[in-house]
């Protein structure tokens, strides 16, 4: 199993939403959150002097799938959110440990 | 001999001495007559009070919440509340302080002669404290004199509070309540009633035109506030951290109701239902347009954006600098003032703000203070006649020569004594929150609330 997390522009959600719910994909968390990386800050201007703003508002998105999925996932994610632009974000895989539904107690796969 | 009616300084009305034997006489007399008892002499005007009733309305509205709305919005959210509770305190506050002893001090005309220059001259006496001898039908001018009180109370009302604007997010709930109060009684009842004060008084002896309250009101404000940012400290990270407003829409919803509530504050100073207060209106409402649009104007030019902040405090300005003259002047010269305080405050707001680098938070001096000062200065040059003023032919470098004057020395006394008054109550109870309480906002370490739980 493994947690993939996608950092995304936030208007792309819904795109990127259905997309891996068009894989099977049923479940996932999704957080506001705050960063930049080659994207640059915008301005705001306040009491005539304009201040540059360097964290960009951004969505976190994440989904854990079973180990044939992830590449599907990765594809779905990629397709929806991109677009073509700096600042469309980046996409972490990482392993993880056990997953476990609190309802039932299952845990492996079953869980996810 | 005519005499002038205080509160309407340079307007000339007849009306006889007020509170004298006769008309005690008279009214101890009414009241053996059934049919006459509840009568007064005839001199309540039911048109001039029932505009004043509303003015009265409007010019609260501006403090609570307009103002608090206005400052609000313009810090962090963390302290937010700490704003809207010390609008809302100083409400209350300056009320009891006014009813006790702040109106008679303003107001009191014992003792004052016309051109003599007494004790009374500059401070009012207790006769009024805690109006005493005020009945609902007592008169003043064409209106009742308890109307009289609370008209000049949200004008007693709003000045300290403007204040709050210099020294928000870091002072100190108590020692804001203490410092207001004191200063009211130090600073804004002996400046009132120098202004306002009616024959014998300071500054209406001069001929110094202020019809509502660029001197009593938004000079010394600014100034106090300007004395304060200084003497209190910026904000810790002031100058490398950027501070943002956390909610416009709430400093826009404060601007619109400060708008709209100066048509109280200015047009309610005429104290009459009249012409006078028809152009005093329209000239405010013009005064504010034009300095908007100047802001704006400015902003776009050399940030290639306007901002909706820089629209709502080049109203502000416009609405500040046009108070004093709001009587005196026509149109054109509301026009001419919002266009010099819009340009002017903006100056004082940016530009000087960062050269000097004092934290005036909300720019209460960049705004009240300096679009009062300019106010008052152009209040001497189209009130006359050919300026499209009513004040006749007057000798325009004289009486800017008036203005200026009142001016420089209600700017010197509020400076030294608002330092004096900050010192004292810093000896005292300190103003200043601790780092700590600053970090982690006034509206959690002061009062135990937060002012969101999205």
């Known amino acids: ?112 | 001999m005519s005499e002038t009616i205080p509160g309407l300084p340079g307007q000339i009305k007849s009306r006889p001495r007020r509170a004298g034997t006769l008309a005690s006489l008279l009214a101890a007399a009414a009241l053996l007559l059934p049919s006459t008892a509840l009568a007064q002499a005839g001199r309540i005007d039911a048109a001039d009070t029932s505009w004043i009733l509303v003015a009265t309305a409007l010019v609260l509205f501006m403090t609570i919440p307009g103002l608090a709305l206005f400052y609000g919005g313009l810090v962090h959210a963390k302290n937010v509340l700490s704003v809207l509770m010390q609008c809302l305190a100083l409400t209350g506050a300056v009320t009891i302080v006014w009813l006790v002893f702040g109106y008679s001090l303003a107001f009191d005309p014992t003792g004052m002669v016309a051109g003599e220059t007494g004790l009374h001259a500059f401070i009012g006496g207790l006769s009024r404290m805690f109006l005493a001898d005020v009945e609902a039908s007592t008169a003043w001018g064409s209106i009742p004199e308890i109307l009289f009180f609370s008209f000049q109370m949200t004008f007693a009302i709003i000045t300290p509070a403007l204040i709050v604007g210099a020294f928000a997010e870091r002072m100190k709930f108590s020692a804001m309540l203490v410092f207001s109060l004191v200063w009211l009684v130090l600073v804004y009842t002996p400046i009132c009633h120098m202004t306002w004060g009616g024959d014998g008084s300071f500054f209406g002896d001069m001929g110094v035109l202020d019809f509502a309250g660029g001197i009593v009101v938004h000079i010394t404000a600014g100034i106090a506030a300007l004395v304060a940012c200084i003497v209190v400290g910026p904000r810790t990270g002031y100058g490398t951290t950027p501070m943002f407003p956390h909610n416009l829409t709430m400093t826009i919803t404060g601007t619109a109701m400060l708008w709209v509530g100066w048509f109280g504050f200015n047009g309610g100073s005429a104290l009459t239902a009249s012409g006078d207060a028809a152009m005093a209106i329209t000239v405010t409402h013009i005064s504010a347009s034009a300095a908007a649009l100047t802001w704006m104007g400015i902003e776009w030019f050399l940030h290639e954006k306007p901002s909706a902040l820089g629209l709502a405090t080049g109203a502000i300005a416009g609405l500040a600098a046009v108070t004093p003259a709001s009587g005196f002047i026509g149109p054109m010269g509301g026009l001419a003032i919002g266009i010099a305080s819009g340009w002017l405050c903006y100056i004082a707001s940016t530009s000087v703000k960062r050269k000097f680098g004092y934290d005036d938070s909300l720019d209460v001096f960049g705004v009240h203070g300096v679009g009062g000062f300019v106010g008052t200065i152009l209040a001497g040059v189209f009130c006359a006649q050919s300026f499209g003023g009513n004040m006749g032919y007057i000798d325009i470098p004289s009486q800017v020569g008036r203005q200026l004057g009142a001016a420089v020395i209600t700017i010197v006394y509020t400076a030294v004594v608002t330092w004096a008054i900050l010192k004292a109550v810093d000896a005292v109870i300190g103003l200043r929150i601790d780092a700590d309480g600053e970090n982690q906002g006034l509206d959690l370490t002061l009062h135990d609330e937060t002012g969101y739980r999205l």
Do not use: C, N, W
Not at chain 1, 33 to 46: A, C, D, N, P, S
Not at chain 1, 80 to 90: E, L, P, R, V, Y
């Open chain 1, 1 to 112: 199993m493994k947690k993939i997390e996608a950092i995304i522009k936030p208007f792309k959600l819904d795109a990127v939403k259905e997309a891996l719910q068009g894989l099977g994909i049923q479940g996932m968390t999704v957080s506001e959150v705050k960063g930049f990386g080659r994207q640059r800050g915008h301005t705001e201007l306040y009491r005539g002097a304009e201040y540059v703003v360097d964290f960009q508002p951004k969505v976190k998105l994440e989904v854990v799938v079973s180990d044939d999925r992830v590449e599907p996932a990765i594809d779905a994610i990629i397709g929806a959110a991109s677009t073509g632009k700096i600042g469309d974000g980046k996409i972490f895989v990482s392993s993880l440990g056990d997953v476990v539904r609190i309802r039932t107690g299952e845990r492996g796969e079953a869980a996810i």
